[in-house]
């Protein structure tokens, strides 16, 4: 069992940045595939990044390429989102998820743990 905590959410400017948290308890990451989702009011949650046990990365979202690195800490058992120049339409509840697995997959049906997620909103 796999424990996700995400953190680093809150209220931006549009052009502004935020770094997310998905700090993981129960079992290293070593082994998993984590991504991050993304779910806007009224809308399908959709998958925004991965990151691979060996650190080969995924962005599925073409709107969120050149502006969002994902990355791995493996000794604090976190990963993150790093993401810059924000836009109105990166608002939305951003949830950190892990399957046990060497690759990565685009739909939220494949991960087996979830964060509770966080609330990232891109507002003037």
């Known amino acids: 069992q796999v424990q996700l905590v995400e953190s680093g959410g809150g209220l931006v400017q549009p052009g502004g940045s935020l770094r997310l948290s998905c700090a993981a308890s129960g079992s290293t990451l070593d082994d998993y595939s984590t991504a991050w989702f993304r779910q806007a009011p009224g809308k399908e949650r959709e998958g925004v990044s991965c990151?691979?046990?060996?650190?080969?990365?995924?962005y599925y979202a073409n709107s969120i390429k050149g502006r969002f690195i994902i990355s791995r800490d493996a000794a604090k058992n976190t990963v993150y989102l790093q993401m810059i120049s924000l836009k109105p339409e990166d608002t939305g509840v951003y949830y950190c998820?892990?399957?046990?697995?060497?690759?990565?997959?685009?739909?939220?049906?494949?991960?087996?743990?979830w964060g509770q997620g966080t609330q990232v909103s891109v507002s003037s």
């Open positions: 998820t892990t399957r046990r697995s060497t690759w990565c997959s685009p739909d939220p049906n494949d991960y087996d743990f």
């Open positions: 990151i691979m046990p060996r650190g080969g990365t995924w």
